[in-house]
Every structure is written in structure tokens, then in C-alpha cells.
């Protein structure tokens, strides 16, 4: 517990722990919103931020699907890239050198369409070092069950979960996505905790649907797409409060509708020990370095000396400060 | 010239009424001198809690790298939905964030060429700044201005004391010829012995150009207007069907590798479309 007192923001301890592994600090990027982070190194050092999580990468590369690939909403907007990359060697070759060339933590999103090519993305990643956790992304439709998207099943988010944990090496965390899309998330999160993942992370975008009200045709090329940005804040803060709240030693990393060290601050107090910036680098690339500055500030003027002091406060309501 | 975009806290210096357009000068520091012709720039829309999140793009239509003021640059648009609508009631000293400049810019003839210059619209904001760097190479400017109606012209008179001939088309033949600006191509092409075109517009009227620039063995730069969340290369929403030098057609982002391309490098009727062949298309029957 803290003691009441001034803190400067300059003295706040912004040291995170991330499933055994520890960051700098508790700001990362989103999977998706920062491509490899080459791009978004012109507005500030990608190595300033906790870690870089990359856009997810899949086995063979990928063109994506057509356009349009978004549609802007209230607060937020709809996308369907529909995972557009150039796979894991080009990744290998180009996009994680790169990082490690500039100091920065990468973590690796990695998607697959079957069990098989999640864990084949599992073995080529440990065998390459430098990666600093691996970021399982299980909203993806599965081909050997009807195209049913994994993460909605706890059985198939488990299998995914377990074959990537198997070839990953122990030290690098497996960190398992979640979708919102669920009936009860804390049912899919406690299946893959128990199939090995080392932490969560909460929450992919929520499926949506836009039509032009002048064609009366879904705007989007792929129809549906993933609902993001601070629209779907406060479902993202209920996902980590309720997985906190029934597992609260599982590490979780909080995400979706970040925008300022307040919001960052807000994830926080839910549960999460880390955050990931997404959607509003859009809005504005300078965003992450940003928000961690701001969660400094926001920090030391509620007395927090330390970031992790904040990890699910808001569940601890009858402690008084 | 120092390269690379940057963001900044913009200020307005002036927003006019252009016929149908919008003419907005933004002080902004650092961007004008870093900009090259065919370059765009990002706007955020409202302020800091704006509902809309997604950056709007302009191509530059002027940049000064210093003035009374300290640097600006200056954008074209017209009002299509919620967040156009927000710059065009922005008051003088209001503040925009930009971040720019950004994309391929115009490549230039390295010989002192003829060109033709080819507008649609509001997209022949441009072009403007391309002329003066092609008349300082040498090159004899010749400039097509076209648009639906007359009030729908962009810069027809500044044409006029830009370009060596200025031809003017609209749909309905209020102002110029009557047609599309594409019609007077040939002709004037032949007239001039002009070897390359430039072009900027809607994505109808550069494919159109670009089959004219295929039919009269002419080169084209094409730079294209799509819509883009970000601008600077993380969303992946702008990409379009294009064949890069390794011959390798790729879904390719118009905020990096373009606006900017090679007529003859973009699959124009399959914009929309993931085109068989696509570096990472699904094989086969896929979706």
C-alpha cells in the first residue's frame, strides 16, 4: 500500500512484470495498430515503449482482403484487413531483426487458420532469440472446424493455447488473446490458463457490421469487421475486472480504447499490469510514449509510487488508502 | 532537404471558399520544408476527444517553408461527411494536428521534357507546386483542368499563369469543353510531343488517363486520392492492386509506397478487388 505523501511523476516506478518477464514499463503497442513498428519509430523510439507487439503473423504471407478495409464509427472504427503480412519469413528476415537492432522488446502476434500452423509459427519462433513473449492471436477462423473462430470455443482456444506453449522455449512467455465475443470470458480464460498460457491478453475487437445508408450495401469489403477504439473501452475494463477478479494471479495485459494515461490508469485499477495502445495511433502516432507519460502523471497524483501498486486496486474498495 | 514526417500542433492561418472547395492554410512547423510535390498530409479531425478517430488525408497544395508566420502548407478539399465539415468551420488561429509530410512524392524527368498535367476536381491542388519544380528543370508545362461543373474547378486561373496552355473540360460544358478531361489527351499529346503525364483525381479518371498514357506510349504518375485511417503505414486500409519492380502484384499501401505510382503499375480495374495472383492471394476457391 502506498503511503499518502507527494510523489513526483518523475519517481514513479514504472517496472512491470509481465508473466516473469520484466518491462521498463507497462506500455506496449496493440497487435494490428503498429504494423513492425518501423513506421511509428519516426514519431518516437519504438525501445522507449515496454514492448512493440506486432501485427499478427501468419505462416505463408498474406495479401488481406479487399477493399474498403474500414468503416469510421462513434468513437471507434470497424476493419477488415484481414491479416495482410508477409508472413514468418519475411518477418524473420526483415521486421524482427529490426527491432532487435533498435533495442526494442518485441513481442510476436502470431495467427493461424489450424492448430498445426500455430504451433509450426510456435517452433520457428523458438528457435529465434530475441523475442520477448509470444502473443497468440485466436480470433481467427478456424478451418478444420467449420471456420468457427477458436477463441469462442474453450476447447479450441485450449488446443491453440497448448501446442504453442509446447514449443515455445520457458522463458518466453505465451501470452493467449481473447475475444470479447464470448458468453463468459473468464470460463475461456480459466481453459487456457489451464493449458498453459502464462497471460492474457484483453481484449480483440468486437465483431461489427456497417452499411452505407446511400448504396444499402455493407460498407466493407469483408462485410464484418472488428470493432475497435474507445468505444469499446469500458467492455474491455469489464473482461479484465471479471478475469481479475476470478483468477488474480494471472498476469493480464489490458487493451482496447486507450487513449490517455487515464484510460491506461483505468485498465490498470481493473486488474491489468500491462496495457497496449491501439486503435488511437491512428488518431495519433505519437500516442504511446504519450500515454505512458500521462499514466506517470496520473499515477503520482493519486500517490502511486509504483505502477504495479495500481494492479487491480479498484477490486480492493474497502481497503481506504 | 531533410525527409520523414512529422506532428505537429498546426495553426490556422486562413480558410477560404475555392467555388465548391475549401482552401485551408495551416502554419505548421517543419513540414513545408521537408515537402516534395504530390505529398499529402494527415488532419486530425475535432479536438483531443473527438468521436472521430481516423485522419483525414490532403494532398499539398502549397508549401512555404517560411513566411510571416513561420512555415505553412495548404490543402484543398470539399465537404463529403462529419469530419470535412469540421475543418470547414475552423476559425482563424484554431488548432489542427498534422502530421506530414507524407508519401512518395512525383517522380521528375531528369531531361527537360514536355508534360501534361492532368486535374480532376479538387486534385489538381497538386500539380500546381509540380509545375514550378518542372519549369525549373526546363520542362514545358501544359495543363487539363477538369471537373463535373464549372464551380467544381480547381485553380483554372493560377493554371493560367502556371502552365504554357491551359485546357478546361467540364462534364456539362459550362465552363471549357464539354467532356471528360481525358478527351483532349490525344490531341494535345500530339501537339506537344509531350513524354510524360501527371495526374491527379478520382480513381476513374486515372485509370483513364493511364490507358490514354498506354495507347500514346507515355509515361504516368498517377497520384491516387484513396481513403486512409492513418496515413503513415500502419492500418493497412489504403492498398491498392499494384505490380511492384519485382514485377510481384501485391496489395500495396497508397500512403507509403504511394499516393504516388506508375500508371502502368496499378491494376485499375481491380481496385476493390483481391486480383488473381496477388502476392498471398488464397489459393484456389478461397474468399
Known amino acids: ?321 | 532537404m531533410t525527409s520523414g514526417p512529422v506532428q505537429v500542433t498546426g495553426r490556422v492561418l486562413s480558410l477560404k471558399r475555392a467555388g465548391a472547395y475549401h482552401h485551408l492554410t495551416l502554419v505548421a512547423e517543419g513540414v513545408a520544408e521537408r515537402t516534395h510535390p504530390g505529398q499529402f498530409v494527415a488532419l486530425a479531425v475535432g479536438d483531443r476527444n473527438s468521436p472521430m478517430l481516423l485522419r483525414r488525408a490532403f494532398s499539398i497544395y502549397r508549401a512555404r517553408p517560411s513566411g510571416a508566420y513561420g512555415g505553412s502548407v495548404e490543402v484543398v478539399f470539399a465537404v463529403h461527411g462529419a469530419g470535412t465539415a469540421w475543418l470547414s468551420q475552423l476559425r482563424q488561429h484554431d488548432e489542427v494536428d498534422v502530421v506530414g509530410p507524407l508519401g512518395h512524392p512525383f517522380a521528375l524527368p531528369k531531361q527537360p521534357v514536355s508534360c501534361v498535367l492532368v486535374g480532376g476536381g479538387y486534385g489538381s491542388a497538386p500539380l500546381f507546386g509540380l509545375a514550378d519544380r518542372l519549369k525549373e528543370r526546363g520542362c514545358a508545362v501544359h495543363m487539363v483542368l477538369g471537373a463535373a461543373t464549372g464551380d467544381r474547378l480547381f485553380g483554372a486561373l493560377e493554371a493560367k499563369r502556371s502552365a504554357r496552355s491551359v485546357t478546361v473540360t467540364t462534364d456539362d460544358g459550362s465552363v471549357g469543353i464539354e467532356g471528360l478531361v481525358t478527351d483532349p489527351l490525344p490531341d494535345l499529346l500530339g501537339r506537344t510531343g509531350s513524354e510524360v503525364i501527371y495526374a491527379c483525381g478520382p480513381m476513374a479518371m486515372l485509370r483513364a488517363v493511364s490507358a490514354v498514357s498506354a495507347e500514346y506510349g507515355v509515361w504516368s504518375q498517377c497520384a491516387v486520392e484513396e481513403s486512409m485511417a492513418c496515413g503513415i503505414g500502419v492500418c493497412m486500409t489504403c492498398v491498392l492492386p499494384v505490380v511492384g519492380d519485382d514485377g510481384i502484384l501485391r496489395l500495396t499501401r497508397s500512403c507509403v509506397e504511394g499516393p504516388v505510382f506508375g500508371g502502368d503499375r496499378v491494376l485499375w480495374d481491380a481496385v476493390g478487388t483481391v486480383p488473381e495472383g496477388t502476392w498471398g492471394a488464397p489459393a484456389g476457391a478461397g474468399h
Open chain 1, 1 to 321: 500500500m502506498s503511503v499518502p505523501g507527494p510523489v513526483l511523476p518523475s519517481e514513479v516506478d514504472l517496472t512491470t512484470s509481465l508473466a516473469g518477464v520484466s518491462l521498463p514499463n507497462p506500455v506496449l503497442t496493440a497487435s494490428g495498430c503498429a504494423a513492425a513498428g518501423r513506421e511509428l519509430d519516426q514519431f518516437f523510439d519504438v525501445a522507449d515503449l515496454g514492448a512493440v507487439v506486432t501485427k499478427s503473423i501468419m505462416l505463408d504471407p498474406r495479401s488481406g482482403r479487399p477493399t474498403p478495409r474500414m468503416a469510421e464509427t462513434p468513437s471507434g472504427m470497424l476493419n477488415s484487413i484481414g491479416l495482410q503480412g508477409p508472413g514468418i519469413d519475411g518477418f524473420l528476415a526483415s521486421d524482427l531483426p529490426w527491432l532487435l537492432r533498435r533495442r526494442a522488446r518485441p513481442v510476436v502476434s502470431i495467427a493461424g487458420s489450424t492448430l498445426g500452423e500455430y504451433a509450426e509459427l510456435a517452433r520457428r519462433l523458438g528457435n529465434t532469440p530475441g523475442v520477448t513473449a509470444v502473443e497468440v492471436n485466436i480470433s481467427c477462423p478456424n478451418l478444420e472446424n467449420r471456420g468457427l473462430v477458436f477463441a469462442c470455443d474453450r476447447h479450441q482456444a485450449a488446443r491453440v493455447i497448448s501446442a504453442v506453449r509446447r514449443d515455445t522455449p520457458r522463458g518466453v512467455p505465451v501470452l493467449a488473446k481473447l475475444s470479447p465475443d464470448v458468453t463468459n470470458i473468464v470460463d475461456i480464460a480459466e481453459s487456457v490458463v489451464d493449458a498453459g498460457a502464462d497471460g492474457l491478453v484483453m481484449i480483440n475487437t468486437l465483431l461489427g457490421i456497417s452499411i452505407d445508408p446511400e448504396t444499402m450495401r455493407p460498407v466493407l469489403g469483408g462485410v464484418t469487421g472488428g470493432l475497435s477504439g474507445p468505444a469499446i473501452r469500458p467492455v474491455a475494463v469489464r473482461c479484465v475486472w471479471q478475469v481479475h477478479q476470478a483468477m488474480p494471479d494471472v498476469p493480464i495485459v489490458g487493451v482496447g480504447g486507450i487513449r490517455t494515461g487515464a484510460d491506461a490508469l483505468e485498465f490498470m485499477l481493473a486488474g491489468a499490469s500491462a496495457v497496449q495502445v491501439g486503435t488511437v495511433i491512428f488518431n495519433d502516432p505519437s500516442a504511446p510514449t504519450r500515454v505512458l507519460e500521462e499514466l506517470r502523471v496520473e499515477l503520482a497524483a493519486r500517490s502511486f509510487k509504483a505502477a504495479r501498486e495500481a494492479v487491480g486496486f479498484a477490486h480492493r474498495g474497502d481497503v481506504p488508502r
